[in-house]
């Protein structure tokens, strides 16, 4: 049976970090998460909601000191409709344009996408692999959370009980080269079988890669970096055997598991296969 549990609706932030002071609450942005809580079809419903639809210190995206900024509030749709973004970071877009459908990424937020922490969030291996940092806070401050230790165990993160996710805040950097591919069952409306992200740095084509960071999702128990493999690629340039050794490695690296929407097996494949591709590609193979 569906529950009604009860919403609180703040004014402005301060009143929002009040509220979570006194009694945490489960935040709602977009809802397009939490709403099949509150129906019973997923997990156990919220004891109490607090709508942030109001707080419009969450929401724009700007670009301050070489970093792209966006808010908490920010909408998928909003991402993929920005100038900014596609000027600065196109790849993010292009992400975005993955996540559900029209309807969804009109309503679905970055920050519930952040904060929902699910291993199989569509826009979290590229915050990962771009080294963003999560900004939240709460009635005692606030305080900066690098992607890479946010998400700490199965739909689990670094935020306290009474933290809200504030903003996201991605260094743009001119060398950096970025890759993004979701592989689900469709190309809307689908959950993610496979999601990859690929950063690295790089001069030239004949270069040798630098600072590379490759980050998946869909194949542990939250969004990773797949370290191991980063180490292989790192001072490497993109040939075919190089291409070989990766995807090997990626393979060896990862520990996925079978459920209903894919098997072990075919994530282990299918992400060396993309990660194979991809530098194959970068490579002019």
């Known amino acids: ?139 005692r401050g606030e305080r900066s959370i690098p992607a890479d230790q946010f998400w700490i165990a199965y739909r689990t993160t670094a935020l306290a009980p009474d933290e809200l996710v504030l903003r996201v805040r991605i260094p743009l950097v001119e060398a950096r080269q970025v890759r993004f591919r979701k592989v689900g069952t469709r190309r809307a409306q689908a959950i993610s079988k496979v999601v990859l992200a690929l950063a690295w740095e790089q001069a030239d084509r004949k270069d040798r890669w630098s600072h590379v960071r490759l980050a998946l999702g869909s194949v542990a128990d939250r969004p990773i970096r797949a370290r191991s493999t980063e180490l292989y690629l790192e001072g490497s340039r993109a040939t075919l055997e190089t291409a070989d050794g990766a995807a090997e490695t990626v393979a060896a690296e990862i520990r996925p598991i079978d459920d209903v929407r894919s098997t072990a097996d075919y994530r282990r494949q299918v992400t060396a296969r993309i990660l194979h591709r991809i530098i194959r590609d970068a490579g002019g193979w």
């Open 1 to 139: 049976m569906p529950v009604e549990p009860p919403v609180e609706t703040p004014r402005d932030l301060a009143e929002a970090f009040r509220l979570m002071a006194l009694s945490p609450r489960t935040p709602i942005a977009g809802g397009t998460d939490l709403m099949v809580r509150i129906t019973g079809e997923i997990g156990s419903p919220p004891d109490q909601v607090l709508d942030l639809s109001r707080l419009e210190e969450l929401r724009g995206i700007a670009l301050e000191d070489g970093r792209l900024t966006l808010g908490a509030l920010t909408t998928y749709a909003e991402i993929r409709r920005s100038g900014l973004v596609a000027r600065s970071l196109p790849v993010l877009a292009e992400a975005a344009a993955t996540v559900g459908a029209v309807q969804i990424q009109n309503r679905g937020t970055l920050g519930g996408n952040i904060a929902n922490a699910s291993p199989a969030g569509d826009t979290l291996p590229l915050l990962l692999a771009l080294e963003a940092v999560i900004e939240v806070g709460g009635a």
